[in-house]
């Protein structure tokens, strides 16, 4: 643990001092050592001891090293330390031989200098980045020089290592502005980064800093995350009295004007890179101050290329160029700008840069190129135009303007239109593409050599954009919509037909039902109009018959063909009646219901039916005329009120009952016929055609049960 955490008040390290220094007398006291030494030793130790325990942090390395939890704990401070920088609204930056801290006064002291030696109680405050002080005395011992400035690097100030400390730090001026009302911003290149230093003094008093290489003494700071973390470094410096030049600039109007291919090569110039002036042809300019620019040097031999490959002419190189400040240049343009070369992408460019003259010349010409040479890097930050159209695939918004994805052939290409209306173009649209080539990365390929990995094209107006054919009408959007509208238009006839389908197999159903219909009533008139008139004409016949004085064997022979003639009487009239029956039963419980819908005043019929299998129609007949025939006898034999059709199934058996409450009857004896009473006969008669059995059970004053029992596999 550090010593800050070992802190006590002074009460409770006087008592831990004096019973350690009672345990030693009590220990040494058997020794030959006399008892004034004892008395010194135990004094000697109880004041190390209450030193080491003392309650205030005393030091800035032990208060900027705190915890973030232990800081909130309000810990004393007492600190004696010099001023290294006064911010206005009531903190100040101190050292002392240890490290730096911060200080916070409420009310805000005006009073303070760089330099003032001062010692400072209060307690201990969380602060943005690491813990400070919350001052609640102060006192000024005197003044003397600033706390000496650590030299540091670019890494030193990222990494907070001297943070709120002043520091040396060495490199070459960028770009000056003003940062706000009396306040500077300078840009301080330390090798390849480069740095903001935040000056309390207005550009207009600052010495020629651009280019030139400076030494400067400042406060590290930087901006701090609601995570405690830092997220860029900068420098703060009160004037322009801190601020060291140690090689000066050279004037832009004086410096050679050198070929766009020397630039950042080995040997050319050291690091950081001053500035280097250029002339060209401009290309492209665009608002947010990037310029393109053709080189008019002499071009430079062609690099050496893999045998396989033929020779190419060798061209002028082109180069990107980042303004300080846009100016207004158009294509055409000769134009000299100076500025710093850097490394962007796949090629140098120039960085921070100032147009030096412009004036009119000749409109540049695109460079030829296939989709290979567009994607080999000879043609970065070049006019190119590409020699294979290419389809526009689609094409959305971002924050600069537009971006348009199109292939060729087989290769993707992205495209970026900077205008922030929506560009009037089909997708499908065959393109010939005119922009500035833009390598996006670079990649190292097998040896040392780096290859390009992608790239893209910047248009510099929609004209860039040649449209050689609009897309055809059936793309891929309308197809999906006539494949739509077509499978919706099949689905709409197949539904058609399928229900023309079953109009005409209701309709025929309805045809086929009163072509039956008026056929049953033909017949049944056919019946009615001959053979029941015929039956009549033979019974009253043989009614006369049997008035006259007969031998017994003749009039029984008489008695027994009235009773046929009379059942047949009875068959013709069901007959009739079943043919003119209207409501056709097709199932048996449909007949059966009809059978019950017609039960006389005085008479309930119940159904007790449980679905039962499809049968053929001429069972059904038989089974319907079974239940009407014994319905008949129970209501005009058995005087019966009461009637219960019962009707159920088993795998194997189907079972058809009829349960009257009549007077009942001795089935053994009746059943199988009276002379001239043949109902039950009828019955047995329609079983044996079918298959059935049928059974009775009744006894006089219980009733009628008659059971018919048909196996389902007959």
């Known amino acids: 643990m550090t010593k800050p955490e070992w802190r006590m008040t002074n009460g409770f390290g006087w008592r831990l001092a004096s019973l350690i220094s009672s345990f030693i007398i009590a220990s040494l006291r058997s020794t030959l050592w006399g008892s004034t030494r004892f008395a010194v030793l135990a004094v000697s130790l109880c004041s190390a001891l209450h030193s080491s325990f003392s309650a205030e942090l005393s030091r800035a390395i032990d208060i900027r090293t705190l915890s973030y939890e232990r800081s909130l704990e309000k810990l004393s401070v007492e600190l004696t330390a010099t001023v290294g920088f006064v911010e206005s609204g009531g903190t100040v930056f101190v050292q002392d031989d240890s490290a730096g801290t911060h200080l916070h006064f409420k ?27 919350d001052v609640t005395e ?12 650590v030299s540091a690097t670019y890494d030193d100030l990222a990494a907070g290592r001297f943070h709120y400390q002043r520091v040396m730090a060495e490199g070459l001026g960028r770009t000056l502005t003003p940062l706000d009302e009396n306040r500077s911003l300078l840009r301080l290149a330390m090798g390849s980064r480069v740095i903001e230093v935040r000056l309390d003094s207005p550009p207009e008093s600052a010495p020629s800093v651009v280019d030139a290489r400076l030494r400067i003494t400042a406060l590290a700071a930087g901006g701090i995350n609601d995570r405690r973390q830092l997220v860029f470094p900068y420098l703060r410096v009160t004037d322009w009295s801190d601020v060291e030049i140690n090689q000066p600039t050279t004037a832009p109007e004086s410096l050679p004007i050198i070929s766009v291919a020397t630039l950042l090569r080995f040997g050319a110039a050291d690091e950081p890179h001053h500035r280097a002036r250029i002339r060209g042809t401009v290309l492209a300019a665009f608002n947010d101050g990037r310029v393109f620019l053709r080189d008019s040097t002499p071009p430079p031999p062609p690099r050496e290329k893999p045998k396989d490959e033929p ?10 160029i980042r303004l300080t400040t846009p100016v207004n240049l158009t294509p055409g343009h000769l134009a000299e700008i100076t500025g710093f070369p850097v490394m962007t992408g796949f090629s140098a460019s120039l960085a921070d840069s100032l147009v030096l003259s412009a004036e009119p010349a000749e409109l540049p010409a695109a460079s030829l190129v296939s989709l290979k040479e567009f994607q080999d890097g000879s043609h970065d930050a070049d006019l190119v135009q590409l020699t294979d159209p290419a389809v526009l695939n689609d094409y959305f918004r971002t924050n600069d303007g537009y971006e348009l994805r199109l292939t060729s052939g087989s290769t993707s ?21 005119t922009g500035i080539c833009l390598v996006e990365s670079a990649t190292t390929d097998k040896g040392f050599r780096s290859e390009p990995d992608r790239a893209s094209l910047l248009l510099r107006s929609i004209n860039d954009i040649q449209v050689l054919s609009t897309a055809p009408f059936w793309d891929a959007k309308r197809l999906v919509i006539a494949i739509t509208i077509l499978g919706a238009l099949v689905s709409l006839t197949l539904f058609w037909i399928t229900q023309q389908r079953r109009q005409i197999t209701r309709l025929e159903r309805k045809i086929v039902q009163q072509a039956t219909l008026e056929e049953r009533q033909r017949i049944a008139r056919e019946f009615h109009d001959t053979l029941e008139q015929e039956l009549t004409g033979l019974s009253l016949r043989l009614d006369a018959a049997t008035t ?7 009039r029984t022979l008489l008695e027994t063909s009235r009773s046929l003639v009379s059942r047949i009487q009875s068959e013709a009239r069901n007959l009739v009646s079943d043919l003119r029956d209207t409501e056709h039963a097709t199932t048996l419980a449909e007949a059966l219901q009809l059978l019950a819908d017609r039960a006389p005043d005085g008479v309930a019929i119940t159904l ?10 001429p069972v059904t007949h038989h089974l319907r005329m079974i239940a009407q025939e014994a319905i008949t006898n129970a209501l005009k034999h058995a005087q019966a009120t009461a009637i219960t059709l019962h009707l159920s199934t088993t795998p194997s058996l189907l079972t058809l009952r009829i349960i009257d409450n009549g007077c009942g009857f001795a089935a053994e004896a009746e059943t199988h016929g009276k002379p001239g009473h043949f109902g039950c006969i009828g019955i047995r008669e329609r079983c044996r055609k079918i298959g059935a059995e049928a059974e009775w059970k009744s006894q006089p004053g219980q009733g009628t049960n008659i059971t018919i029992t048909l196996p389902l596999t007959s």
């Open 548 to 554: 006259r004085p007969l031998e017994d064997k003749a």
């Open 311 to 320: 020779p190419k002419p060798p061209q002028s190189p082109s180069i990107a």
């Open 138 to 149: 102060l006192e000024i011992l005197g003044h003397e020089s600033p706390p000496a400035a």
């Open 413 to 433: 290409i992205r495209a970026f239109l900077l205008q922030t209306s929506a560009p009037s173009l089909e997708i499908g649209s065959s393109c010939k593409l």
């Open 608 to 617: 007790d039916i449980t679905p039962i299998p499809p049968i053929p129609s």
């Open 107 to 133: 009310p805000a002291r005006n009073d303070l200098r760089v330099g003032d030696r001062v010692r400072v109680k209060g307690t201990t405050l969380a602060g943005l980045y690491f813990p400070g002080v």
